[in-house]
């Protein structure tokens, strides 16, 4: 089992930059691909984009592909988000997700931007950007 943290979460303005992170604690860390989910207001949740154990990344939207990067440190247990040339419309709830992978080398055969796989879940961190 994983408990996850996430942080970094703020108000900042149209173009601006935010670093989120998600801290994990617990068992098999390593087994576990990392995702980031957004919900905003009478909004789904979605997915934004995810990292295998060996650093294996999906990019779950075509929109934040060039502006947000997943990176993961094993050894700090640590995924953060960095996300640049921030929009409206990225205000949301930010969520990093825990998949326990039984071997994580099937990692691209799991649909992980769908929410539903996911064993464990943070809290969630609030990201406004003004207009």
């Known amino acids: 089992q994983l408990q996850l943290v996430e942080s970094g979460g703020g108000l900042v303005p149209f173009g601006g930059s935010l670093r989120l992170s998600c801290a994990s604690s617990g068992r098999q860390y390593n087994y576990h691909a990392i995702g980031w989910f957004r919900q905003a207001p009478g909004k789904e949740r979605e997915g934004v984009a995810s990292?295998?154990?060996?650093?294996?990344?999906?990019n779950c939207e075509d929109s934040i592909k060039d502006r947000f990067t997943i990176t993961r440190d094993n050894a700090q247990t640590l995924v953060s988000l960095q996300m640049s040339n921030l929009e409206p419309e990225d205000t949301a709830v930010y969520y990093c997700?825990?998949?326990?992978?039984?071997?994580?080398?099937?990692?691209?055969?799991?649909?992980?931007?769908?929410?539903?796989?996911?064993?464990?879940w943070g809290q969630g961190t609030q990201v406004t950007v003004s207009a």
């Open positions: 997700a825990a998949l326990y992978m039984h071997n994580p080398s099937y990692y691209r055969s799991y649909s992980v931007c769908k929410s539903a796989i996911y064993d464990y």
């Open positions: 990292i295998s154990p060996s650093g294996e990344i999906t």
